[in-house]
């Protein structure tokens, strides 16, 4: 088991920043794939980004784009999403996810390739 903890969600401003994290504990060696995803009111699940729990390749959705990063502290299981310039349509409840599978690029966005998931952190954001 995965056990994780988002926290750094708010209310902020457009054009201001936050930034999120996730606090991975539990059998953390399993992980090979980490992403955030965030669901807008009335809307569905939405992938945001993702990146590999050993390496630094990432994967940004195309709406998101040039405006979040995503990274990870490794000696503390912690990972982070840097979200700037943020819109009004980014509000939305993000969760963090970790997958154990070898996840092809073409299916990262999808939930199904994912084990674990956080409880969300709720993001605000006023015009």
């Given at each position: 088991?995965?056990q ?5 969600g ?5 054009g ?5 994290s996730?606090a991975a504990?539990?059998r953390?060696?399993s992980?090979t794939l980490?992403a955030w995803?965030?669901r807008?009111?009335g809307?569905e699940?939405?992938f945001?980004?993702?990146?590999g729990?050993?390496s630094?390749?990432t ?7 040039d405006r ?6 490794n000696?503390k ?6 979200m ?6 980014d509000?939305a ?10 996840v ?11 084990d674990?998931?956080?409880?969300g ?7």
């Amino acid at each position: 088991q995965v056990q994780l903890v988002e926290s750094g969600g708010g209310l902020v401003q457009a054009g201001g920043s936050l930034r999120l994290s996730c606090a991975a504990s539990g059998r953390t060696f399993s992980i090979t794939l980490v992403a955030w995803f965030r669901r807008a009111p009335g809307k569905e699940r939405e992938f945001v980004a993702a990146r590999g729990w050993s390496s630094t390749s990432t994967y940004v959705a195309g709406s998101v784009k040039d405006r979040v990063t995503i990274s990870r502290d490794n000696a503390k299981n912690t990972m982070f999403l840097q979200m700037n310039n943020l819109k009004p349509e980014d509000t939305a409840v993000y969760y963090c996810a970790t997958s154990r599978r070898s996840v092809p690029s073409a299916t990262i966005g999808k939930p199904d390739e994912y084990d674990y998931w956080g409880q969300g952190t709720q993001v605000t954001v006023s015009s």
